[in-house]
């Protein structure tokens, strides 16, 4: 096996470019060995500890719970916010199936609600319209999901106190977005709790896993609880609530706490790919990029370009043909919610931007293992697509 291969996970194919390949920290060994040589080797021990203690001070809260993804996160914030049957739950309908998946578990209604121009995340009048539309219903919503798009955070400054003004709680999908910063404030850091993941594809690793963070130790202690099967304090195994299987292993977390002190490294390169693309693609006609908001700063997890048809002369998904048939893998940006299988009987509050969004978005590989050569050579293949496609 070459040396390249179990670092970055592409042992089928080491000559393939991958839109978002991870890459070690360097402290993973250590920090595995030590993790087994504590004996601390399931579901509890001191690096849980340590990645929960520094994962709420990255992101600016009081406290973290590690669980074993995402997806399980978010479930348990629902959950420890009492969301269940029947109740509509306003959720971003430009984003990942997860964002949304614990909704259904929870036999809940998502209301999915359209993305702005500016940032591609939850437009706030958008989000003023669905609450009242459900209010006037007499419908009221037990929250809403708010996600972070490929690392940018979406409007909060209007997002939270419209939120506050309704009285509604705002979850944060931040598991895109983790490094990210709104104003002064982290990702993270907004809404009652947020998520984040530790996916083999974000912008950090633990091989799998997510947390929630949140300023609220009520919120935490609940989820941490049903995270374990919702032990009540007995001296024999009492349950009275349903609980999961949610916990992360320690040996798990030793791999998290390794990555987590290389995320502004992470947040620099990826940002790196990104002003490379910009700088090697601008000029070219019909193509743009994912806006940036001015009020925070991406992380970049992903570097989307948009690609107008009618001037560029190539849809999306022939480009990104163009690309795989190179080796290289790129993605279209995520399929709405309203327009998936899964959600055809959910409500949608416009969803204009987000289809535009979908139909014109292609994301392009940005992984910090990316090197220059590589990247070089996905700018090469685009600009000679576009410019082949301008011929008569
Ligand atoms: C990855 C992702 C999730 C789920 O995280 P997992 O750790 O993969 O379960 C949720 N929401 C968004 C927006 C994501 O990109």
Redesign the pocket.
């Known amino acids: 096996m070459s040396r390249k291969s179990p670092r970055d996970g592409s042992s089928c194919d080491d000559r393939r470019v991958w839109l978002s390949a991870p890459q070690l920290a360097g402290d993973e060994n250590a920090l595995v060995r030590a993790a087994l040589e504590s004996g601390w080797i399931t579901g509890a021990g001191p690096h849980v500890d340590e990645l929960e203690r520094m994962l709420a001070e990255v992101v600016g809260v009081a406290h973290a719970v590690a669980v074993?993804?995402?997806?399980?996160?978010?479930h348990l914030a629902l959950r420890a916010l009492g969301v269940g049957a029947g109740d509509p739950v306003i959720c971003s309908t430009l984003?990942?199936?997860?964002?949304a998946s614990p909704i259904l578990y929870q036999g809940a209604e998502p209301v999915l609600v359209d993305a702005e121009e500016g940032s591609w995340n939850l437009d706030p009048r958008r989000l003023v319209e669905s609450i009242e539309r459900l209010v006037a219903s007499g419908r009221r919503p037990a929250a809403v999901v708010c996600?972070?798009?490929f690392g940018q955070c979406a409007n909060y400054a209007q997002i939270e106190e419209i939120c506050d003004r309704y009285e509604v709680p705002l979850i944060e999908?931040?598991?895109?977005a983790l490094g990210a910063s709104h104003g002064r404030r982290a990702a993270g850091s907004f809404g009652l709790a947020a998520?984040?993941?530790?996916?083999g594809?974000?912008i950090i690793t633990a091989s799998?896993?997510?947390a929630l963070v949140s300023s609220d130790p009520s919120i935490i202690e609940h989820a941490r609880r049903l995270a374990a099967h919702s032990c009540d304090p007995a001296p024999h195994y009492q349950h009275s609530e349903l609980g999961y299987n949610y916990r992360m292993s320690n040996v798990v977390a030793a791999i998290g706490c390794a990555q987590l002190r290389v995320l502004q490294d992470r947040v620099l390169q990826r940002r790196t790919v990104f002003e490379r693309y910009r700088e090697g693609l601008s000029d070219l006609p019909g193509l743009g990029f994912m806006p940036e908001a001015t009020a925070g700063r991406s992380n970049r997890w992903l570097s989307c370009i948009t690609l107008d048809p009618a001037e560029a002369g190539i849809e999306p998904e022939k480009l990104r043909q163009n690309l795989g048939n190179e080796n290289i893998e790129a993605r279209r940006v995520?399929k709405p919610l309203h327009l998936q299988p899964l959600f055809a009987d959910n409500e949608v509050v416009g969803g204009e931007v987000a289809e535009r969004i979908f139909e014109r978005g292609l994301c392009l590989p940005s992984g910090p293992g990316l090197t220059v050569r590589d990247q070089d050579r996905v700018i090469s293949i685009i600009r000679s697509a576009l410019q082949d496609a301008d011929q008569p």
């Open positions: 074993s993804s995402g997806t399980a996160a978010l984003t990942y199936v997860a964002s996600v972070d798009l999908d931040a598991a895109e998520v984040l993941s530790f996916n594809n974000k799998g896993g997510g995520w």
